[in-house]
């Protein structure tokens, strides 16, 4: 890794990405987004890993958006702005495209680039204490298109107008009321749940867990973006595949499958 504050683990099945900036409530900085894309490219190059897990470090913060103390240095000329910009985007869109499957696990502040990352996991489970909010209204700040769409296709429009209307934190019962995480759970559970949650996720059919991720991309595009035809085929791929043989057998001799993802 380029920096240390970026922290990348593999145990078994589950990568694990952590943002290691506790000292600024994992608040993320220029090194940090370049260092997301490079982990998961380790995490996607390396067919032992199944399912990721993205973290914050410590017990206060998954991310608290980006590191505005180092703005002065990163976003200093237009040049910067747009570099800037450029990193982020490779970040979330690698995260949002990333093929195998992605537990957002949430304790504490998760604001502005923070729900970001979180909106382009694939699950998001939170602790208790979790606080959730988009700021921008109260900087003057834009969003783009693609960062709005991927909000309000987890909790619908009227919900995205709240979230960016009002400013304000969310706790995680006004975030699991709004479909903005699918599970709630004491801060003291979080990492066991988690763990537990990714190792379930890391032992089923990876083909299969693959085609289902695949197809509901391709349901919330535009219809005329949607390109049924790779469904079709990742469908009959998990039909034609060993792991289905060994899922068979497995259910007949009443014994853990183990899927090889082939």
Request: hydrophobic share 40%.
């Amino acid at each position: 890794m380029l920096t240390d504050k970026m922290i990348s683990e593999k145990r078994g099945p589950v990568g694990i990405m952590t943002f290691n900036n506790p000292e600024r409530l994992n608040a993320v900085s220029m090194d940090m987004w370049e260092g997301v894309v490079e982990i998961l490219e380790d995490f996607r190059n390396d067919n032992a890993i199944r399912v990721v897990v993205l973290k914050g470090a410590g017990y206060k913060a998954f991310v608290s958006g980006a590191d505005i103390s180092k703005f002065e240095n990163e976003r200093a000329s237009q040049e910067a702005v747009e570099k800037y910009a450029i990193a982020v985007d490779q970040a979330y869109d690698g995260i949002h495209s990333f093929p195998k499957p992605t537990i957002a696990m949430i304790n504490g502040y998760c604001i502005g680039g923070g729900l970001g990352i979180a909106v382009s996991c694939d699950l998001r489970i939170c602790a208790d204490n979790a606080r959730f909010a988009v700021p921008a209204a109260k900087l003057g700040l834009g969003y783009g298109y693609a960062h709005i769409r991927k909000l309000s296709n987890i909790v619908g429009p009227s919900f995205t107008k709240e979230i960016f209307f009002t400013a304000r934190q969310f706790n995680a019962t006004e975030a699991r009321e709004m479909g903005l995480v699918n599970r709630v759970v004491p801060a003291s559970m979080l990492q066991a749940y988690v763990d537990d949650y990714a190792k379930t996720i890391g032992g089923n059919a990876p083909l299969t867990v693959a085609q289902v991720k695949h197809t509901v991309g391709e349901i919330v595009k535009d219809p005329a973006d949607r390109d049924i035809e790779k469904c079709a085929a990742m469908v009959k791929a998990c039909f034609d595949s060993a792991d289905y043989a060994e899922g068979r057998k497995a259910f007949m001799e009443k014994r853990k499958p183990v899927f090889k993802a082939r």
